[in-house]
C-alpha cells in the first residue's frame, strides 16, 4: 500500500521536475540568442543631442532674405557692429553668414568666405553645429564665386566678340563706302570725258577748213613765186 502511494507520488514529482529543467534550458537558450544577437547587431550610438546654436545664424539668413531693404540694414547694421565692437567665434559666424547671404546690398561673399575659411582654421573653437554650418556655406559660397567668375569670363567673351564684330562691320561698311566713292568718281570722270569729246567734236564742226585739207602741202595750196 505504501508503495503504490509512493509510486503514485513519484511520478508527478518527475514530471514537475522535467519541467522545471526544461524551461531553464528554454530561458538560458533564449538569453543565449539573445546575447548573440547583440554581439552581431550592436545598438546604434545615441544622436548627439543638438546644442541649439544654429538657429541665430540660421535668423540672420532668413531675415536678410526679406524683400523689406529697411530690415535688411538694420541686421546688417548690427551684426557688423557686434563683430567690430567683440570679434568673438560667434559674432565672427554672425557676421560671415550675413556676408555670405545673397539678396541684400551689403552680401560680400568673398569677405564672408575669408571669415569662413579663418574660423574653420581653428576648429575646436567651434562647436559641431557650427563646424557644419560653416562648413556647408563656405562650400556653397565658393561655388557661387565660380559661378560668378565664369559668367563674368562669358561676358567678357560676348562682349570681345560683339566688339570685333562691330569692328568687322564698320570695315565692311567702310569698304561699301569706299566703293560708292569710287564708282561716283568714275561717272564724274566718264561724263567729264564724255563733255571733253563733245567739245571737241564741236570745234571740228564748226572749223571753216575742211577736215580732209588740214593737212595738205603748202606747195599744192600756194602758188610758185616767179622767176627773177
Known amino acids: ?4 502511494g509512493y509510486k503514485s ?5 518527475c514530471l514537475a521536475v522535467t519541467l ?15 546575447a548573440a544577437a547583440a554581439a552581431n547587431n550592436p545598438p546604434a550610438p545615441p544622436a548627439p543631442a543638438s546644442s541649439g ?3 541665430p545664424y540660421l535668423d540672420v539668413m532668413n531675415n536678410l532674405s526679406t524683400p523689406d531693404r529697411a530690415r535688411q540694414a538694420d541686421l ?4 557688423e557692429r557686434e563683430y567690430t565692437r567683440a570679434p568673438t567665434t560667434a559674432s565672427t559666424l554672425r557676421y560671415a553668414v550675413a556676408l555670405v547671404t545673397p539678396g541684400h546690398p551689403a552680401s560680400s561673399p568673398s569677405e564672408g568666405k575669408r571669415l569662413l575659411e579663418t574660423l574653420l582654421a581653428t576648429p575646436e573653437r567651434l562647436t559641431q553645429d557650427e563646424r557644419t554650418l560653416a ?5 556653397e559660397t565658393d561655388v557661387r564665386l565660380k559661378l560668378e567668375a565664369e559668367n563674368r569670363r562669358l561676358l567678357a567673351t560676348l562682349d570681345d566678340r560683339s566688339r570685333s564684330q562691330a569692328n568687322s562691320d564698320k570695315r565692311i561698311q567702310a569698304q561699301i563706302e569706299e566703293n560708292a566713292r569710287l564708282r561716283r568718281a568714275l561717272t564724274e570722270a566718264q561724263q567729264k570725258l564724255d563733255a571733253i569729246k563733245e567739245i571737241e567734236r564741236s570745234i571740228i564742226e564748226r572749223s ?16 610758185p613765186p616767179a622767176g627773177r
Open 1 to 4: 500500500m505504501m508503495k503504490r
Open 9 to 13: 507520488w513519484l511520478l508527478p514529482a
Open 20 to 34: 522545471l529543467q526544461g524551461c531553464a534550458l528554454t530561458a538560458r537558450l533564449r538569453e543565449e540568442a539573445q
Open 53 to 55: 546654436v544654429t538657429p
Open 76 to 79: 546688417f547694421y548690427e551684426v
Open 135 to 139: 562648413s556647408v556655406l563656405l562650400h
Open 208 to 223: 571753216p577748213t575742211p577736215p580732209g585739207n588740214r593737212d595738205a602741202a603748202p606747195s599744192e595750196t600756194q602758188s
